[in-house]
């Protein structure tokens, strides 16, 4: 589509209730990011209220016709998705607004291949939007979902805001606190104070309320007093006391001799629209366990879901999923976490097992179906599912998809420790183009189940406290030993020979096995994304440095080439928080694996103030932390390890007095002589060295620069307040 036209989404699908709009970007830094919002507007243009105004600190209608689904990286960069159901949007709203902003009113002039892509409710992408004129813009409305006629309608909008999300959320009715800081430093201790204020105010109103209802009773004449204008000589009290019933005063503004005379109780002035603050909430660790009453540390607390008596894979794929589906429906914001991404509804969930299906002579039996229903309608998919390195099979998941387009099902949902890639798919398919019908084929894997009960248990919460604990007995049974639900554990066939034909420089340019290697790197770096993730909460994806149009099998292809020439694995990381990118280099050659991040020079100071600033802030971090500096025109400066530099600091500072643009940290480990194709000594030198890394390195920078930053508002509070008592 082109800046300003429309289109009918009926005209372009069948299946146009319930769609997930995406909208994507690339930063040639890998360090752009966006966040997406959703506006719900009446007929006059503007909202009904502030709940009709979806960001990341409101990502869901509690009828289910909004729902952000959040980051996801792509070929291309990165991707952040809503899925919108417009068979339940309210009869009163007219217009769906999708917009993005950026953080601290950053350009979107520095991001590429900015573009929104409705996808129907079988992920068949129907329409597409590309934002070509982007330049100093901070906020952009990408396009609008509209009624006309009782029909639905897009608009390819592309209307763009120096002013941010501020200035957007303003022309649709809601004022907001854009980006603010402070509040986000504080909100959790205003939090904490007010749920305290309302604890003590309840069991004082408590207490007041009979206290008073027994004082009525007993003295009439004076509950009436309560009701008359004071005497002069008593302050009116000028509205009712927190805590204290509607309509009485307390008995201290009570006047010693009231005036005969009633007067109207006052009529208390409307209360300000609040603006709608937008700083990012801040994470809530989990309380502390409370201490075992266990007498040894060899008895083992009974569980919900026990995995140590599975003895085949078949008892650990049946188990695996009558454990996940019972849970997804019992727990229903996780169960819509897992599904929503795949075009189910926000509706009531029902699961189930050992379902017999109708195919000819010989029925079939999938190891799951889920269906959702909503407003009368039913959304159904079937489920495969694979536990330990079993491999999904093909001709097996082709008879489930021609079940579900016979039965007019919606999905078909696979199941396993594998990670799927773009472009590479687990198993191949045929779609049969002639059917009305179509069928979605979904995957997931057991490393996102683990990361979004991770994400809901430790970092967002659940409503009850009993969905709480079944989730954390999920999280149990899936890290098990004995569950089969590890994850991607096997770097696949291709991996030995790579290594050898590596040691012993005989692998050829072309050689289709690297490219199988570079595709377990990536499925390998993905799933550290969502570990890490679920157990920071904060997002963690992988950055993809291409173009918009590149062909994934192209890209790998020349990462391949690369992988034969210098016989390195790249990735690279984006962590919410972080100062910088985080670099993940395996060198085959050597057995070596390094983890790096560069982090910018301040804006202010002297070279000496950062560089013995730096090294105090990396006072916990490994001695045999590298620490490089880095000048103008992608020069190195002098480097040395941390424990050289604690006692002289200066050795960083250039000879040339060179500009110092930032300065490069790097930890370095042996990767292991294990070779093995399943999890070895690779794959996990990969997690403990990321672990490792951010653990003591990026988290006390990090820290440090709160801390900063903090004791830098602080002192500017200090001082506006200083200058106002002055005046």
Known sequence: MVKGSNVGVGTLSDNADSVIISLSWSSPSGEGDADVSVLLLGGNGKVRHNEDFFFYNNPAASDGSVQLLGLTPTENGTEDRIRLDLSVLPADIDRVVIAASRHQRAAFGELENIRLVLTDGSGEGVLGFSIMDASVE??????????????????????GYETGLAGLATDYGIEIDEDDDQDT?????????????????????????????????????????????PTRSEPAHAGPIVGAPAGVVPSATVPAQPVARSVPEPVPAP???????????????????????AENDSWHSARLFPASSLKSDHEREVRATSILLSIMAQVPKFGHRLTAGFGAPAGRMETFTEVSLPNGDSPRRPDGVIRVERAGKLWTALVETKTNGNPLKAEQIQAYMDIAARRGYEAVITLSNDVALEGSPLVDVRIDG???????????????????????????????????????????YLQHDNSGCHGFQNMGPAWVPVRRGIDEETLCTGDARTVLVVESWER??????LRLGGEIGEKVVPVQRARRGTDPRSRRIALADRLCEDGLLHAEVRIEGAPGI???????RLSRLRTSIEIPAPELGYPLTWVKRLVKQLGEAPADLHVQT?????????????????????????????????FRLSLSKGIGSTRGNAESGFIRSVDSAVDRFYSSVVTQVVAQAQAQGEKRTTQRSRGTATVGVSA
């Open 630 to 662: 880095l000048v103008e025109g992608d020069g190195t400066g002098p480097r040395s390890t941390l424990e050289k530099l604690r006692p002289e600091p200066g050795d960083l500072l250039p000879k040339d007095s060179s500009q110092i643009t930032g």
């Open 138 to 159: 901070s906020a952009f409305v990408f396009g609008e979902v509209y009624r006309r006629n009782d029909a639905w309608k897009f608009r390819a909008v592309g209307q």
């Open 524 to 529: 390998l770096i993905r799933q550290v994304c």
């Open 271 to 293: 209360a300000p629209a609040k603006r709608l603050r937008t700083a990012k909430k801040r994470i809530v660790p989990p309380k502390v366990a409370k201490p075992s009453l």
């Open 434 to 476: 002639r059917r009305k019908h179509k069928v979605a084929l979904w995957h997931l894997s057991w490393a996102e189940v683990t990361h979004q009960a991770q994400m809901l248990i430790n970092h967002e919460g659940v409503r009850h406290e009993s969905q709480a604990w079944l989730l954390r007995e999920l999280l149990h």
């Open 185 to 229: 430093q504080t909100q959790d201790a205003e939090a904490q104070d007010t749920e305290a204020q309302g604890t003590e105010t309840a069991v004082q109103s408590g207490a007041e309320t009979a206290s008073t209802a027994e004082a009525v009773r007993a003295e009439p004449v004076r509950a009436e007093a309560t009701r008359m204008e």
């Open 582 to 588: 985080l670099l993940i280099t395996a060198d085959l």
